[in-house]
């Protein structure tokens, strides 16, 4: 009996341990639409890219020579991916009961359309997009960014 009651204490403890490390990785948002090579890598795994798929801080969002793909994320910010794209959110914070803001997200390569949500209304100064060569500062406004090799 004690054996028993140790193995299921064990694996309590065990699957609270690997929810509370899946919990510490943020979702963002999702993934809306793809068309054509739309992939998500995470954490060094490739994943195809589908309708629905959650979208977590850190993930690098690629498209291949003729992939698209559209994201919304969890404030309404809307982002497009052209062709050929190599996106990441850097950082993601959206807790507005706390007043606590920030979206920060690098395009490394590609075309992307940007259209702001909540983040840039309630705080502008928190919402940045770098590129390889500029950093650009968004103040509620749709821009279309694109970054060559």
Same mark, same amino acid.
């Given at each position: 009996?004690?054996?028993?009651?140790?193995?299921?204490?064990?694996?309590?403890?065990?699957?609270?341990? +690997?929810?509370?490390?899946?919990?510490?990785?943020?979702?963002?948002?999702? /993934?809306?639409?793809?068309?054509?090579?739309? +992939? $998500? /890598?995470?954490?060094?795994?490739?994943?195809?890219?589908?309708?629905?798929?959650?979208?977590?801080?850190?993930?690098? @969002?690629?498209?291949?020579? &003729?992939?698209?793909?559209?994201?919304? +994320?969890?404030?309404?910010?809307?982002?497009?991916?052209?062709?050929?794209?190599?996106?990441?959110?850097?950082?993601?914070?959206?807790?507005?009961?706390?007043?606590?803001?920030? +979206?920060?997200?690098? %395009?490394?390569?590609? $075309?992307? &359309?940007?259209? &702001?949500?909540? $983040?840039?209304?309630?705080?502008?100064?928190? /919402?940045? $997009?770098?590129?390889?060569?500029?950093?650009?500062? %968004?103040?509620?406004?749709?821009? @279309?960014?694109? /970054?060559?090799?």
């Amino acid at each position: 009996m004690n054996r028993l009651a140790f193995i299921t204490i064990a694996s309590f403890v065990l699957f609270g341990w +690997f929810t509370l490390c899946d919990a510490q990785v943020q979702l963002v948002g999702i /993934v809306k639409v793809t068309q054509g090579d739309a +992939f $998500i /890598v995470r954490q060094d795994n490739v994943l195809k890219a589908e309708t629905n798929m959650p979208i977590k801080a850190g993930d690098r @969002l690629r498209t291949g020579g &003729s992939g698209k793909m559209g994201l919304v +994320f969890e404030d309404d910010t809307v982002v497009s991916l052209g062709p050929g794209s190599e996106f990441v959110v850097e950082d993601f914070l959206f807790e507005p009961l706390d007043n606590k803001f920030s +979206f920060v997200a690098r %395009l490394y390569r590609g $075309i992307m &359309s940007f259209i &702001s949500g909540q $983040i840039a209304k309630l705080a502008k100064e928190t /919402v940045r $997009i770098e590129t390889p060569h500029a950093t650009v500062g %968004l103040r509620g406004t749709h821009i @279309l960014v694109k /970054v060559e090799d």
